[in-house]
């Protein structure tokens, strides 16, 4: 029995063990006459399995609660034929000169009929351990009876099924936690004298993950050498070291295996399992790839299945093609060796691997093998990813595994170009909203391409121009034209006038001088970018009417209402020739045009105008959104021409539409409502406007609020129109309400309570002189 480790750490694992093996636990078997039949623990290499084992072992022992104790090292059949024939001689007297294999066999078979219990033998209370079972199969017919007094308990890297058989419970050993972790290094340092800061402690169990082997190896390491804490982990991260350059030149604990070496016999067998050959090139797949978690996507999609088949059938020429079967049974042999946990349930994050065994794969590769994996793994991720990422945390979880397999590969993802993965990456950091950190990631890219590449490669264009596009989205729009202005300059001295990425960087450098508020920059840039679109050969229509009718919105921004007329006179006519007059796509540039043409000054055309597209419009039966869009715009140019009548009639089809599509009290129904009562007001009808601002006003006050700024203008608006209408009395009441409104929301102080004082003892005197008798 392997001796206790130095700084052994208590776990629950122990009381979980204790539990299992207790007659009466949670083991199957739970008879009054039947102790559970045995636990068996299972976890990766290196997570103290044998170390809890023994615990449990020698504290059973010293505690008296045995009688007999075998240990035995299981790791072929034969050393468990071996061990349980040892214990025949010493037990039972045996005759140990008999070396022939099938003698062993039944030598093996006495002592485990021995350990049967027999009504007539005195009662013996007995514990196996079988440590480090290689193989369910090589158990067979080996396991230790079931008995009352009896306990069996093993250790494996497996979680093959074979091993629950015969009442036996598998025990899940994991890593330590990180306080676990951080107290065993305290404690095994602070046994040498040393100290090391907490903060670099907890860290370094960190980049060890919490694993119990590579916390031993580490803290012997830190003893022996003298090296601090610091120092140790630059080690770790060292890329052009080996793990094996950060173990002790002396195993602590009587360790047989440094980290680097824990896994090499698991994955050897893993590859063993059907289907034959497969386990180690996905495992290798997999550890360029973030430990925290895999999509299952990845390792199934067709770059990575080409890249399997093309590896297996390099050692096996008759080998088919791979298959996303193929590869859901090599992930289940590696789980079920321990070298990684797969939980399908969980897609976004269906494979993990331990940091330490990723990296013990990387190490077996050659230089060539690793390069040659970088671009099927990022392909592989590449294709994996979506357009649109849903749920978030499928972002999440591609974004950490495309940060793992740039950290893992380097140099490998920029040659001869960046790969497209590393800019899907930080477009997915902006997508998700995080406009900084995607700024940020594209500024780390582009300083990364332009010292590997120079700053001409397309590769550095085109990380120029997202650190551009996000520079804008994080709130810097006048930098992004900046940039983009700086970048156009460099493309074409590069890449010329007529290169495709020299017309995107003109079409971002417009798009960002509008968004900084530089309407006529802008414009003028949408001129220069129209006029180079039209003299190239083999520009699409629909990007030259992009172009046409940002410049004409950038035109009226810029006050240029005449311009912007122009500019979409000559989109229409575009369309026109292109699509036909039929097509509803030309109603947007004929919208836009009746707009303009009234901001110009010709009110009435644009009215003019709007009645045709109205027109043409229902006649194609467009939604109800677009058509009542017309209605507005029509309603608005006709009040412009004078026509009051018309605008009101206009905004009343209006208001009647909203009111059925969206409801009364939506907001723009609301809008509409309170032009309908202006305009009926304008045209002569003061009592319709009236009763238009007295619907407004009641539904106003039930959604805001009575003393809402926008109640309280209906409100003024109203006692102005009753007025009008002759109602002087209802004039001042209105206007009596109002004061106190704003006496309550606006204070006795503000200018607008004056003005409302002296409407109210307007219209009051107006109803004095009207009435017999005194308003009261």
């Not at 468990?80 to 037990?91: D, F, I, P, R, S």
């Not at 026109?576 to 030309?586: E, F, I, K, Q, S």
């Amino acid at each position: 029995m392997p001796p206790r480790a130095q700084w052994f750490q208590d776990r629950a694992e122990i009381g979980r063990l204790a539990q299992a093996l207790a007659a009466g636990g949670t083991a199957v078997v739970e008879s009054a006459d039947q102790a559970p039949a045995g636990g068996v623990l299972v976890g990766m290499g290196g997570v103290g399995k044998t170390q809890l084992a023994a615990h449990y072992a020698r504290t059973a022992w010293q505690q008296g609660e045995l009688d007999i104790l075998v240990w035995i090292t299981a790791s072929s059949r034969t050393a468990a034929v071996t061990g349980y024939g040892q214990a025949g001689v010493e037990l039972l007297g045996l005759d140990s000169s008999d070396r022939e294999k099938s003698s062993r066999e039944k030598a093996a078979q006495r002592f485990l009929a021995w350990l049967e219990p027999k009504a007539q033998q005195k009662p013996c209370r007995w514990l196996v351990v079988l440590d480090d079972i290689a193989d369910p199969a090589d158990l067979r017919g080996l396991w230790p009876p079931t008995s009352p007094l009896g306990r069996t308990v093993a250790t494996t890297r497996r979680k093959d099924a074979a091993l629950t058989g015969g009442g036996r419970r598998l025990i899940e050993i994991g890593l330590f936690t990180p306080a676990q972790a951080l107290a065993y290094l305290t404690s095994a340092l602070a046994r040498d004298g040393r100290h090391e800061p907490e903060q670099e402690l907890a860290a370094l169990a960190q980049d060890l993950g919490c694993l119990p082997l590579a916390l031993s190896q580490a803290a012997a390491y830190l003893i022996d050498t003298g090296s601090g804490c610091r120092a140790y982990r630059d080690l770790l991260s060292d890329r052009t070291r080996a793990l094996a350059d950060a173990a002790p030149d002396t195993l602590p604990d009587d360790q047989t295996h440094t980290v680097a070496a824990a896994w090499t016999l698991s994955l050897e067998r893993a590859d063993t399992l059907r289907p034959v050959g497969l386990a180690r090139p996905v495992l290798q797949l997999a550890s360029l790839l973030s430990p925290n978690g895999i999509p299952a996507t990845v390792l199934t999609c067709q770059p990575a299945l080409t890249h399997l088949t093309s590896h297996l059938a390099a050692v096996n020429p008759g080998a088919g093609p791979v298959t996303t079967e193929h590869v859901e049974l090599a992930l289940r042999a590696l789980r079920r060796l321990s070298l990684i946990d797969h939980t399908p349930d969980n897609p976004h994050q269906a494979v993990r691997v331990h940091q330490l065994i990723q990296r013990a794969v990387r190490e077996t590769l050659t230089p060539t093998q690793h390069h040659q994996l970088a671009h099927p793994a990022a392909d592989a991720l590449l294709c994996a990813w979506p357009d649109t990422e849903q749920p978030p945390d499928l972002g999440t979880a591609l974004r950490a595994n495309a940060a793992t397999l740039t950290a893992t590969l380097g140099d490998a993802l920029y040659e001869p170009e960046v790969h497209p993965v590393l800019y899907r990456a930080g477009r997915s950091l902006g997508e998700s909203g995080a406009f900084t950190a995607a700024r940020d990631y594209f500024e780390q890219l582009t300083q990364a391409t332009t010292r590997r590449l120079g700053p001409d490669h397309p590769s550095t264009l085109t990380a120029r121009e997202e650190l551009a596009w996000w520079r804008g989205e994080a709130g810097d729009a006048a930098g992004a034209a900046d940039a983009f202005a700086e970048l156009l300059e460099h493309e074409l001295q590069v890449l010329g006038p007529d290169h495709p990425d020299t017309f995107i960087a003109r079409q971002k450098l417009a798009r960002w001088r509008g968004e900084a508020g530089d309407a006529a920059g802008a414009a003028d840039a949408y001129a220069e970018l129209l006029e180079h679109q039209l003299r190239s050969p083999g520009q699409e229509n629909w990007s030259i009417f992009a172009t046409r009718y940002s410049l004409g919105l950038q035109r009226g921004k810029a006050g240029d209402a005449a311009g912007a007329a122009e500019a979409f006179a000559e989109l229409l006519e575009h369309e026109l020739r292109v699509l036909g007059p039929d097509d509803p796509n030309t109603f947007i540039p004929r919208q836009q045009l009746a707009w303009w043409r009234g901001e110009a000054g010709d009110a009435a055309g644009a009215a003019d105008a709007f009645t045709e597209l109205l027109h043409d419009k229902m006649r194609q039966g467009q939604d109800s959104y677009s058509i009542l869009d017309t209605w507005q715009s029509l309603a608005h140019w006709r009040g412009e021409a004078g026509d009051a009548a018309g605008a009101a009639d206009a905004y009343a089809e209006a208001f009647h539409g909203q009111s059925q599509s969206w409801g009364p009290d939506h907001p723009a129904t609301l809008s509409t409502l309170n032009s309908l009562a202006k305009w009926l007001g304008k045209a002569g009808n003061a009592v319709k406007a009236t009763h238009a601002y007295a619907e407004l006003l009641y539904r106003q006050s039930g959604i805001l609020g009575p003393n809402h700024p926008d109640s309280l203008r209906s409100l003024n608006c109203l006692a102005q129109w009753l007025g009008e209408a002759g109602n002087a009395a209802g004039a001042a009441e209105a206007y009596a309400d109002l004061l106190n409104r704003q006496l309550d929301s606006l204070g006795p102080d503000h200018p607008d309570i004056l003005v409302t004082r002296r409407n109210r003892t307007h219209w009051w005197e107006k109803a004095q002189d009207a009435a017999a008798e005194p308003w009261q």
